[in-house]
């Protein structure tokens, strides 16, 4: 019941508020200039913005419940944790507006422009959000910040610069197109290793056991191979610690391309 007379209060509401409201020196009605507003923590209940300019304005944790804000400019006003039920924002410009933790239980967005507004979720509005919120998912990347147990493990595609692997054992591991920029793999067992097109550049490999290893097509700018076991290892076409390109074939050092 009381939903349904709230719904029709709100149909009712253009043509039955009308009538200036002074709040905290701001004049609270329809087209008024409310830009940059701090009309936090108030209750502003069934109140009329009709076409107002309320950019910048601060409503966090305000009751607005059964408000009317339609048609009005709302760009990067603050509602965080705000009470929004039955509010009407229709066709208003909610462009980067916050709404993070507010209650917008049977608001109406209809037509309302919300491109870069961050919703009740913390989620960013995409720009051409209209009339509802187009989420912008950010693609999840996974770090690895610690060189515990990866023998025999498939690592590639990974983003793991500037890892300690110093004396670690990897032997037989895989790290195809890994980016492993600035890595410590001194003294490490990386015997059968993989880590073909990977990312080395900086790389310490001084007296790792390198017996096997695959660096084709690897990138081993400024690379550090002091002392480091390179029985059979294999360098065809990686980019050597000098900017030179290996030879086709190079097994057990960087015959380099002429």
């Given at each position: 019941?009381?939903?349904?007379?709230?719904?029709?209060?709100?149909?009712?509401?253009?043509?039955?508020?009308?009538?200036?409201?002074?709040?905290?020196?701001?004049?609270?009605?329809?087209?008024?200039?409310?830009?940059?507003?701090?009309?936090?923590?108030?209750?502003l209940?069934?109140?009329?913005?009709?076409?107002?300019?309320?950019?910048?304005?601060?409503?966090?944790?305000?009751?607005?419940?059964g408000?009317?804000?339609?048609?009005?400019?709302?760009?990067?006003?603050?509602?965080?944790?705000?009470?929004?039920?039955?509010?009407?924002?229709?066709?208003?410009?909610?462009?980067g507006?916050?709404?993070?933790?507010?209650?917008?239980?049977?608001?109406?967005?209809?037509?309302?422009?919300?491109?870069?507004?961050?919703?009740?979720n913390?989620?960013?509005?995409?720009?051409?959000?209209?009339g509802?919120?187009?989420?912008?998912?950010?693609?999840?990347?996974?770090?690895?910040?610690?060189?515990?147990?990866?023998?025999?493990?498939?690592?590639?595609?990974?983003?793991?610069?500037?890892?300690?692997?110093?004396?670690?054992?990897?032997?037989?591991?895989?790290?195809?197109?890994?980016?492993?920029?600035?890595?410590?793999?001194?003294?490490?067992?990386?015997?059968?290793?993989?880590?073909?097109?990977?990312?080395?550049?900086?790389?310490?490999?001084?007296?790792?056991?390198?017996?096997?290893?695959?660096?084709?097509?690897?990138?081993?700018?400024?690379?550090?191979?002091?002392?480091?076991?390179?029985?059979?290892?294999?360098?065809?076409?990686?980019?050597?610690?000098?900017?030179?390109?290996?030879?086709?074939?190079?097994?057990?050092?960087c015959?380099i391309?002429?």
């Open positions: 019941m009381k939903s349904l007379i709230v719904s029709i209060l709100l149909i009712l509401f253009p043509y039955i508020v009308s009538a200036k409201v002074v709040f905290s020196d701001y004049t609270i009605a329809p087209e008024a200039n409310l830009t940059k507003a701090n009309l936090s923590d108030a209750n209940s069934f109140l009329q913005f009709h076409g107002a300019n309320v950019s910048d304005a601060n409503f966090s944790n305000s009751d607005l419940y408000s009317y804000f339609q048609g009005a400019n709302l760009t990067n006003a603050n509602f965080e944790k705000a009470d929004l039920q039955y509010v009407n924002f229709s066709s208003a410009d909610l462009r507006v916050n709404f993070k933790g507010a209650n917008i239980k049977n608001t109406i967005f209809y037509n309302a422009k919300l491109g870069g507004a961050t919703w009740k913390g989620l960013k509005c995409k720009d051409m959000s209209v509802n919120c187009r989420y912008i998912y950010k693609k999840k990347i996974r770090k690895i910040n610690t060189a515990t147990d990866f023998k025999g493990k498939n690592l590639s595609g990974k983003i793991m610069n500037g890892i300690n692997f110093k004396n670690a054992d990897l032997r037989g591991s895989t790290f195809i197109k890994t980016s492993l920029k600035n890595v410590d793999f001194s003294g490490a067992n990386l015997q059968g290793t993989i880590f073909k097109s990977a990312k080395l550049q900086n790389a310490n490999f001084k007296g790792a056991n390198l017996s096997g290893t695959d660096f084709r097509w690897a990138k081993l700018n400024g690379a550090n191979f002091d002392g480091a076991n390179l029985h059979r290892t294999r360098f065809s076409h990686a980019t050597w610690i000098d900017g030179s390109i290996c030879k086709k074939r190079s097994n057990g050092k015959k391309a002429k």
